[in-house]
């Protein structure tokens, strides 16, 4: 008896419907993967050119893999593209600065003093209150500019008064966002820190009257003037409002301070044409003053004659001679008496020249803070139009 044979017609279709699964799937993988194009197509008349499907097969199977790899390499070389050229919108900048802020050493925290005015634990320890104010997340497109970037940005910007074009390039920023940064380093320090600017209480104010009562100005708290803080031309505005005698455009900046320079009491909005006496007669200063309220209405000092003398400061002959403000007796000084006066006058009143030129801490003063802050041992790496516009404080 004949044992069956096996149907060659069945045979040759179950390898027909074999061969066309896995062409379809390298189908799709050749839609995928552009790369692998070629081979696949090679691949797929293999049939034709040998005749044996069973043959075929593992060449084909060859190529949906060669594919595979194909498309892993394109891939990695597409990354490694990717991650060596920025963003087409992003322009690439040294940030020479910025990188030289971050190094560390006795060398390197002088020129991070000299940039950004504040010693290194001093510096973190602002950042770390205005940090949550302008750090950004990331997003799709690009990655958030560090905080602490931004704050030495704002820092350098207010020290030097220099070009915003050129201080950003430095620091490795473009020109919008350098403007964008200061204005958010501004809002979170007056956030975090707006409450120290402030006239002195008890103690402190006991101080402040003593220092100067030592000087030979029993009563006195401070000292008055005006500074200009330089803009650009405004725009929808009269911008001779605004021109100040140096020739340029300004706002003017009515600060008090004490002994120490530091400052107690601020005005800033007045165009910088305006004098200092019409600033003081407008500012939140005077109202208060005029209507027996503020610092000015209390307290005070006995002369050795036993008469009461009220609190005042000290201003130059720009201001009117008031109850609360003292002012020289200028080129009308005839007497010794007087001249004396005067240059007494000049000499305690200088504090708020000094306040407004401040440029440089002192080492002591750096080491006292760094030996005040526990566990800051200084070596902190940070975290990880035309636009001239010079500073006036």
């Not at 940005?153 to 050129?166: D, K």
Request: glycine share 10%; hydrophobic share 35%.
């Amino acid at each position: 008896m004949d044992s069956p044979v096996p149907s060659g017609s069945s045979s040759q279709e179950r390898e027909d419907m074999l061969f066309f699964l896995v062409f379809a799937i390298a189908q799709w993988v050749h839609r995928r993967n552009a790369a692998a194009m070629a081979v696949l197509e090679a691949v797929a008349f293999t049939p034709f050119l040998f005749g044996d499907a069973a043959t075929s097969l593992p060449l084909l199977a060859g190529g949906v893999m060669h594919g595979f790899a194909l498309a892993s390499l394109a891939a990695e070389e597409l990354g490694r593209h990717m991650e060596r050229r920025r963003r087409i919108w992003v322009v690439e900048r040294s940030g020479g600065v910025w990188r030289d802020l971050q190094r560390v050493g006795r060398e390197h925290d002088k020129v991070f003093v000299r940039f950004c005015r504040l010693p290194r634990p001093l510096f973190f320890e602002v950042l770390g209150r205005i940090a949550p104010h302008i750090q950004r997340a990331p997003t799709n497109f690009r990655n958030p500019i560090p905080a602490g970037q931004k704050f030495a940005m704002a820092l350098i910007r207010w020290a030097t008064g220099g070009y915003y074009r050129q201080t950003s390039h430095g620091m490795g920023m473009g020109l919008a966002s350098a403007l964008r940064s200061n204005e958010e380093v501004a809002d979170a320090i007056i956030s975090e820190y707006g409450h120290l600017l402030r006239w002195p209480t008890g103690c402190r104010m006991q101080e402040v009257e003593n220092t100067f009562e030592a000087k030979g100005f029993t009563g006195c708290i401070g000292a008055i003037d005006g500074t200009h803080l330089y803009i650009d031309k405004p725009k929808g505005m009269r911008g001779e409002c605004y021109y100040h005698h140096t020739g340029q455009f300004s706002v003017h900046c009515l600060v008090v301070c004490d002994h120490e320079c530091r400052i107690t009491s601020v005005y800033v909005g007045c165009p910088g044409s305006v004098h200092d006496s019409r600033v003081l007669r407008i500012s939140e200063l005077f109202r208060q003053v005029s209507q027996g309220a503020g610092v000015f209405s209390e307290g005070g000092a006995h002369l050795h004659d036993g008469r009461h003398v009220g609190r005042y400061v000290l201003g130059d002959q720009g201001y009117p001679l008031l109850p609360w403000i003292m002012t020289p007796v200028g080129r009308t000084a005839t007497t010794a008496q007087e001249r004396t006066y005067d240059n007494s006058h000049s000499a305690v009143r200088s504090c708020i020249e000094r306040c407004f030129r401040v440029e440089e801490f002192h080492p002591t003063a750096h080491q006292q803070h760094e030996n005040h802050l526990q566990g800051s041992d200084g070596n902190l790496h940070p975290p990880q139009p035309d636009d001239r516009a010079q500073g006036g404080i």
